[in-house]
């Protein structure tokens, strides 16, 4: 069969694919309301009766060897309403409600239903994961962790084991496994979002069938959407590896300069806020403004700073002062920072050295440029001026490149300790744990387990913090939150809080928000909040809140941002002998029996953020009547929805309730984004030590700086998507020549097309010159073959007829070659495979094109069937996989330098992401154009070692060798800096792309040990 039939024939494949998937889609729109009502009557059996009969089957005979609920007598199989779910043992006693049978059919259509705390989202999803489950394509349940993920598994199973559906959870197995394979291959899989994208990604670096797991991604119900595909969508999931030389760094080397430096600054703020406060007491507001920018420019998170800021008329001085400098784009901010060694913009985590900072970094070292980056183009030009000879001027180039190189990574480590200094600050975006830096998710308050900051920032705080630091790493595959949702058929999301960022699911997943009404009316009391000056004050505020609250009998959730905040409000309740338990990062393990335990009366329960999300908090004996759980928050949320997910931990199925915010004028949002209307209204208002304010205006002033924070981080997510849609693009390419390569069935249509791509490159290149000794030069490089056509042809035939000729003679050749290949194999695969003694099942082969050698694992038996053709069929590939791999993850690295290089077009009122795109097209071309070069030429040359017996090198196995793999991370990037308005980021100087492997020079000394030059050793025959 030739190639345009074969793809002719896929392409028929996929229509009719797609139109099963339509028709499936019609008959399950058909039999939703009988399944909804099997489900519903499903629940309300094992609700009324503790045993339920019926006939069995295999698959119920298979069950009950592995679940104890589930029991064999005679021919009837028993399932009992009470099983194990996260290791407790619970009884079934839920019945869908109507509001939830809406919920369902919303969730069916691919939208996303919007249901509040209590309302029962877990159960809701059992329903379309029924129906859907009936086509056999798979359905996927995901959550946000894999506490949720078993627990919802092993709780709703029965309900789907009682119809025939098979249910696994891929949190329960280990990545790689056959394990994990079944739980895919299950009628439900439930698991979480990280895993089931890294699995993607896994499987797209398999180098084997045998070790896929994934299977094509048809309909997926995301729990907590928002926090999935908002979120977590700010920061890409990577597979990361060893980079070469990864273990060196030089952060020790420079924590000294840097602590110093840092030490420095503090001390002249502190002068600087002493100065300022002298002068505003004084009456001279305008000489103090100078030093109080000063100061905030310099330290923004110094405690006395901000303890001044609160003082009347503190704050709008600061902010008058700073709009006079910033006028006419920072024209005269100079005059401010002209005394700080460096300054920060906490609003984008960038700390920017000044030269009184160079200066002081460089103290008494030999070179006053220690820390200057040369202006390499000026450089580059003075040399082509001065120096005449080739060889004196190559040599002066490399000097200042190395030199560049050199320097622009010093400046980048210096810039990332000074932000672990500065910025980022221990206990609230991150904690150490067993020795380990571990990061704090901003929005659960929960342990980010195996995410590292990226750029090297991960690497500063280590060496901050005097912990390991861990070797540097490099990107091998990647891919967003969004584009890996965006791949599945259907997918639909549950939450209680996704109005506020509608626009986005639109906007970026094409899903519709649906408010699914409650089951009883909401009675919780969501009072305005108080807002006081200081966080001191605050903090004092809500302890003697919580005092009298105790005192009523209710149950306290407290909510904080922060793990140190948590720890204070802990040690503040201890002085007062109040019994209270905390939730935090550090204590994460304790999250379910705390939550347990929270709704007890005189409960008092710490918790950061959204812990205990997934799990509702149940009302003890005689809290509805002293009011039900009262909910404190102590800080505003950047996002509104983290403050109504705080608020819809009380209130469920219509229980009393009450909400209460705490905020003072210290707070982040407050400082960073709210409004000078508030400040200036409280000085004017001369509230004295202690005083509150109580008002609708100010809620709703709070509301629009969290919108503000809100449309930024929904710009940000946008612009990493826009980023990522362009490498997606390739993505699909690259990994859809990979999936043809592990498979094989459509390898020789790729094949031929590299072979025709190759032969076009070439052909354009030398006809346009005119050069038949470079095109014939070229062929016996890339081709092995000599005169593919005549001088006469060559000058004589058009372009397209030229490229066909040669492509033809290239083709015949191959077919040539690989058939002698097969012909010189098959003899000894025979003796072997006909030999009465022989145990083997596999054959390694290794193929080498004089240079380098691949080692080729084959079935014996398919081997023999084929006479040596399967042989040839694992040549190409594991060369095509190996090439594209290595191709590939240079290419990613590639782009991550140039992501990081056009962010300064921003400074030339050009978009970064225009340019982003154009660049990133042209590596791509030149890519796909070295990697089929590199493809074509390994297979035309590539054959079986010796001449006498081919074959003798082969081992035969009797199991499937287990292939060596490198260490790899699985990571989110995590660089603040990146995330944070990547446009009005300054340009980091570019660092040199670093090798995979040393280059070696030919008159170097061979690294193999032999003692000989390279050129006479393993490099003999490279020019």
């Not at 369902?104 to 996303?112: F, N, Q, R, T």
């Not at 394509?137 to 709780?155: C, I």
């Not at 469920?652 to 200036?680: T, W, Y």
């Not at 570019?990 to 050129?1015: F, L, T």
Request: charged share 30%; proline share 3%.
């Amino acid at each position: 069969m030739d190639g345009n039939t074969k793809v002719d024939l896929y392409k028929e494949i996929d229509e009719i694919d797609k139109e099963i998937v339509k028709k499936f889609e019609v008959a399950l729109g058909e039999a939703l309301p009988e399944a909804f009502a099997i489900l519903k009557e499903t629940a309300n059996r094992f609700t009324k009766s503790t045993e339920l009969e019926v006939t069995a089957n295999a698959f119920d005979k298979q069950l009950a060897q592995k679940h104890k609920n589930i029991e064999i007598r005679g021919d009837k199989a028993i399932y009992k309403n009470s099983w194990l779910a996260a290791g407790n043992e619970i009884t079934w006693n839920m019945v869908h409600y109507n509001v939830q049978l809406i919920g369902g059919m919303v969730l069916h259509e691919g939208k996303i239903s919007e249901m509040t705390t209590g309302e029962g989202k877990t159960l809701v999803s059992t329903l379309p994961v029924f129906l859907n489950a009936l086509t056999g394509r798979g359905v996927h349940l995901v959550t946000v962790n894999n506490y949720l993920a078993k627990r919802d598994s092993e709780w709703n199973a029965p309900l789907f084991y009682f119809h025939g559906l098979s249910v696994d959870c891929i949190d329960k197995h280990e990545p790689n496994t056959d394990e994990r394979r079944n739980a895919y291959n299950c009628d439900i899989t439930y698991g979480t979002n990280n895993e089931f994208g890294f699995d993607y990604l896994r499987d797209n670096m398999a180098r084997s069938i045998d070790d896929l797991v994934q299977r094509k991604a048809n309909y997926a119900i995301v729990d907590e959407v928002d926090s999935v595909l908002i979120d977590d969508a700010r920061t890409p999931l990577i597979i990361s590896g060893p980079t070469p030389q990864g273990d060196k760094h030089e952060f020790m080397d420079y924590k000294p300069r840097v602590e110093k430096i840092v030490n420095a600054q503090k001390q002249y703020i502190q002068l600087c806020i002493t100065d300022a406060k002298r002068l505003f007491a004084e009456g001279k507001e305008k000489e103090a403004g100078i030093p109080l920018l000063r100061a905030y420019r310099g330290l923004p998170k110094h405690s006395a700073l901000i303890k001044f800021l609160s003082e009347n008329g503190v704050r709008a001085l600061m902010q008058k002062t700073e709009n006079h400098y910033m006028q006419d784009q920072n024209k005269e901010m100079h005059k401010i920072d002209v005394e700080l060694y460096f300054t920060i913009e906490e609003k984008n985590n960038q700390v920017d050295l000044t030269e009184k900072g160079i200066d002081f970094l460089t103290g008494n070292s030999d070179d006053p440029k220690f820390f200057v980056i040369p202006n390499v183009g000026d450089e580059v030009a003075d040399i082509e001026k001065k120096i005449i000879d080739v060889k004196e001027k190559t040599a002066a180039k490399e000097v200042v490149m190395r030199e560049f190189s050199i320097k622009s990574e010093r400046i980048h480590t210096v810039n990332q300790l000074l932000k672990a200094y500065t910025v980022f600050e221990k206990d609230q975006e991150y904690v150490i744990d067993e020795g380990q830096v571990k990061i704090v998710d901003e929005q659960t308050g929960r342990i980010m387990e195996g995410r590292r900051y990226s750029d090297g920032l991960h690497q500063a705080i280590e060496a901050k913090e005097n912990v390991k630091i861990e070797a540097a790493t490099q990107t091998y595959a990647t891919i967003t939150l969004q584009n890996y949702f965006r791949m599945y058929h259907k997918l639909a999301g549950m939450t209680g809080t996704a109005t506020t960022e509608a626009q986005e699911f639109w906007d970026i997943y094409k899903l519709d928000v649906v408010e699914i009404p409650t089951n009883r009316p909401m009675t919780r009391k969501d009072e305005q909040d108080y807002v006081y000056k200081t966080k001191r004050e605050k903090y004092n505020a809500v302890i003697e809140e919580v005092v009298k609250l105790v005192a009523a009998g209710r149950p306290v959730l407290i909510g904080t941002t922060t793990v140190d905040i948590s720890e204070l409000l802990s040690r503040m309740l201890k002085l007062r002998n109040i019994k209270h338990n905390v939730l935090n990062a550090k204590l994460h393990a304790k999250e379910a029996d705390i939550i347990a335990e929270a709704g007890k009366a005189g409960t008092v329960t710490i918790a950061t953020n959204m812990a205990g999300r997934g799990t509702d908090i149940k009302l003890g004996a005689g809290v509805k009547e002293a009011g039900g759980l009262a909910i404190i928050g102590t800080e505003r949320h950047e996002s509104r929805r983290v403050d109504r997910q705080l608020r819809g931990r009380a209130g469920r199925q219509g229980d009393p309730g009450s909400s209460q915010f705490f905020v003072s004028l210290e707070d982040n949002l407050m400082r960073l984004f709210g409004s000078e209307r508030i400040a200036s209204l409280m000085d004017r208002m001369g509230l004295k030590e202690g005083e509150v304010i109580q008002h609708s205006m100010i809620t709703k002033s709070i509301e629009r700086a969290q919108k503000k924070v809100e449309e930024n981080h929904f710009g940000t997510r946008k612009r990493l998507i826009e980023y990522d849609d362009v490498m997606n693009a390739q993505r699909e390419v690259i990994y859809k020549r990979r999936r043809n390569a592990l498979y094989g069935d459509k390898l020789s249509i790729d094949i031929a097309n590299m072979m025709y791509e190759v032969c076009s490159s070439m052909v354009e290149e030398y006809k346009d010159a005119n050069d038949f000794a470079g095109f014939n030069l070229e062929c016996i490089r890339i081709f092995g073959i000599v005169d593919p056509v005549t001088e006469k042809q060559f000058t004589s035939l058009k372009e397209d007829d030229l490229i066909q000729t040669v492509y033809e003679a290239v083709q015949k050749h191959y077919n040539e070659k690989i058939h002698l290949v097969s012909e010189q194999a098959f003899p000894v695969v025979r003796d072997v495979y006909t030999n009465p003694n022989n145990s083997f099942e596999n054959i390694v082969t290794p193929f080498t094109d004089g240079i380098r050698t691949v080692q080729v694992l084959g079935n014996l038996k398919k081997a023999y069937e084929t006479k040596g053709r399967e042989l040839v069929l694992g040549f190409e590939k594991a060369v095509v996989l190996a090439m594209i791999d290595d191709s590939w993850k240079e290419h990613l690295r590639e782009l991550d330098d140039l992501k990081q290089a056009v962010q300064n077009a921003s400074l030339e009122q050009k978009d970064p992401l225009v340019i982003y795109k154009l660049e990133s097209f042209n590596l791509f071309k030149e890519m796909i154009i070295k990697t089929n070069k590199e493809v074509i030429s390994f297979l035309m040359k590539g054959g079986l070692p010796n001449e006498g017996n081919q074959v003798q090198q082969a081992r035969f196995t009797q199991e499937q060798p287990t292939q060596k793999k490198e260490k790899l991370v699985e990571s989110r990037n995590e660089n603040a800096v990146e995330e944070k308005n990547a446009e009005q980021q300054q340009q980091k100087p570019k660092i040199q792309p670093i090798r995979v492997d040393p280059k070696i020079g030919r008159n170097d000394p061979c690294p193999c040990g032999s003692g000989k030059k390279y050129k006479a050793c393993h490099g003999a025959g490279i020019a």
